[in-house]
């Protein structure tokens, strides 16, 4: 046997040479590579699958020092973590758009550290496009105070209610009446 046929078995890894039907056969040698190949493949699929199930199933966001940005950025990075389940520890600075957090995601998802501090201020157009002047929007303010829950609101009621300048809250009673301390393990 030559040529393709020869050929054909070989790739297989059956011996052309060795009767194909008898004990001993490269039939049995070829089964057996197959029923290695498979045995490794379904224990590293296993394996996979323990690492997946071992692996925490969600990430925490950690805010350290964020100044706000664009309220739609914010609208849409917090409406993620909220469909992900995911929880957000306040660890430092949380200023503007980045306190859209307390209105998107659960309040009992999100805790706040002892270096936690927001700042809350009225909504104003981006100043590239206003000639680095400060031109408030009523509509963008109007729309932030939508998303805050009523303890927020409060908070910004017994605190003359939002102005051009950034109004502070850092962490202890005051802001625990919005959100909860984490745990120690944070």
Known sequence: MRGVDWLQYRLQGIDPGRNVFGSGSG??????????????????????????????????????????????????????IRARHERVIIDGICNSACTMVFGIVPINKICVTPRASLGFHQAYYDKAFTFGIKVISSEGTSD??????SSVKDWI????????????????????????????DF
């Open 27 to 80: 039939v049995s040698r070829h089964s057996n590579r197959i029923g290695g190949r498979l045995m490794r493949t379904l224990g590293l699929m296993l394996c996979s699958i323990a690492v997946c199930v071992a692996a925490p199933a969600r990430a925490d966001l950690r805010i350290t020092r964020d100044h706000g940005g664009y309220v739609t950025e914010y609208k849409t990075k917090y409406e993620r």
């Open 144 to 149: 932030l105070m939508a998303y805050y829950p």
């Open 157 to 184: 009621r017994r605190n003359g209610g939002l102005t051009p300048e950034m109004k502070k809250i850092r962490n202890g009673p005051e802001l625990w009446k919005i959100v909860d301390p984490c745990p120690e």
